[in-house]
């Protein structure tokens, strides 16, 4: 048996609160039980499978829910199907902090080109791109001569577009404007391409799946609204004009604006992945709920050491691993935080009360500095009615995770959803002082 250092080491790194896992990963728990029985494979992959025409989705659920997760499970089973799928994380084309249409396109641009440049001709798109590199090329912080570059090298040059969109904001928005007066020609060239491809494929069903746009963070508009509703409205006609089957995740503050209704005309039901429900909606634990979320820790535990118990030999007592799955509201990423928090506490195995502790009490710091302070009214009447009002100033509250979803699914089979704050958040003083 490795000394504890050892167990140590491999246990705080199997809790890594930021890597999805890929198909197949021995950490993974399927939690649909315990989540209003959702199941991306059916609720998203099955339309695809059986649709005659082009489909766009969209997903959503808590940042650190699972929801990449989820999608990878998705597109290994679209794939094992004989679909050809496109999955990437958009947040590494563009700045999540500020965020339009136009970046989304561009994005998709540059990963759909480059994942079939094989298959078709980029003919069409780069000819976009030359028609329109005389007013970019300056902002792209560049200055190649568009003729002067093989095809080859012209391809790239959507990804140092999209690079400079990210990570330079002194030119962004011109370089939007640019885009954006030229977009119907954009989306034209690239749906031409996408055509090309497909037939060579031999295989007509292309599915992109772009993934945490739900970290888009939300800005207010003069005119009312925000850029949620801007890029997911406003443009949902582009979104949805791609010539192949979409998915998009969305933030999850969006499906409860005074659009909502808006968003099911354009886009169909949206999939929730909800929290694991540790507790019920009258507040008393959710045994089901705890077992799973111990199951979560008990999977990585057994993975990287599997002659260790949870009880005693990794968590002191019974009491103290509950605590901490109460204390994570069921959310996954809380989970992997307050494993790796408590861990850091100690020397030796078990976690003990006082380690648990710790580390729910610096997490709960970060979720108090995030609250305003006409948030605190607002927050008790979530937690005493168990919903969401349907209004700007509490959308925040479900973007930041100060309060949390639920889904059950009652004695008719009918989904039940309920909203809860965050039990790091109900630790508070300020809130407690408000019951």
Excluded at 51 to 66: A, D, E, F, L, P
Excluded at 324 to 336: A, Y
Aim: glycine residues 6%; negative net charge; hydrophobic residues 40%.
């Amino acid at each position: 048996m490795p000394d504890n250092t050892d167990i140590l080491t491999e246990i705080f790194n199997a809790f890594h609160p930021y890597s999805p896992l890929e198909p197949g990963d021995s950490f993974y728990v399927d939690c649909h039980a315990v989540r209003g029985n959702d199941n991306i494979l059916r609720e998203l992959g099955w339309i695809i499978e059986r649709s005659n025409t082009k489909t766009c989705q969209i997903y959503t659920g808590h940042r650190g829910v699972g929801k990449s997760t989820e999608l990878l499970r998705l597109r290994a089973d679209l794939i094992q199907k004989g679909f050809h799928v496109i999955y990437f994380a958009a947040d590494s084309d563009l700045d999540e902090e500020d965020a339009q249409y136009t970046d989304i396109l561009l994005a998709c641009t540059r990963r759909i080109l480059e994942d079939l440049k094989a298959y078709a001709n980029p003919l069409p798109l780069v000819q976009w791109l030359e028609s329109r590199w005389q007013s970019l090329k300056d902002l792209a912080l560049t200055s190649y001569k568009f003729e002067e570059l093989k095809i080859e090298e012209q391809i790239p040059l959507f990804a140092k577009l999209t690079a400079t969109l990210r990570t330079v904001p002194t030119t962004r928005q011109k370089i939007r404007e640019q885009v954006d007066i030229h977009s119907v020609d954009l989306l034209k060239a690239l749906n031409e391409f996408i055509g090309e491809a497909r037939s060579r494929l031999g295989n007509p069903k292309l599915v992109v799946i772009v993934d945490n746009l739900d970290r888009i963070a939300p800005i207010s508009r003069p005119q009312g609204g925000t850029n949620h509703d801007e890029i997911f409205l406003d443009r949902n006609n582009q979104l949805r004009g791609l010539d192949c089957h979409m998915i998009y995740t969305v933030p999850i503050s969006l499906i409860y604006s005074n659009r909502a209704t808006q968003v099911r005309n354009h886009y169909g039901d949206c999939q929730v992945l909800p929290m694991l429900m540790v507790k019920n909606k009258a507040g008393k634990i959710d045994p089901a709920g705890i077992a799973k979320v111990e199951e979560l820790i008990q999977q990585r535990i057994q993975t990287v050491a599997p002659e260790l118990k949870l009880v005693p030999d990794v968590f002191d007592m019974p009491d103290t691993l509950t605590q901490m799955c109460l204390m994570s509201g069921g959310h996954m990423r809380e989970v992997m935080q307050l494993m790796q928090g408590a861990l850091t506490q100690t020397d030796t195995l078990p976690i003990r009360a006082a380690h648990m502790r710790w580390a729910v009490g610096r997490a709960r710091e970060n979720y108090e500095g995030g609250v305003d302070e006409a948030d605190w009214s607002r927050l008790a009447e979530v937690y005493k009615n168990k919903r969401v009002p349907n209004e700007d100033s509490y959308r925040k509250l479900l973007f930041n995770r100060f309060v949390l979803e639920y889904r059950y699914m009652n004695e008719l089979q009918e989904t039940v959803r309920w909203h809860d704050v965050h039990p790091l958040v109900q630790g508070l003083e300020e809130f407690r002082k408000l019951l």
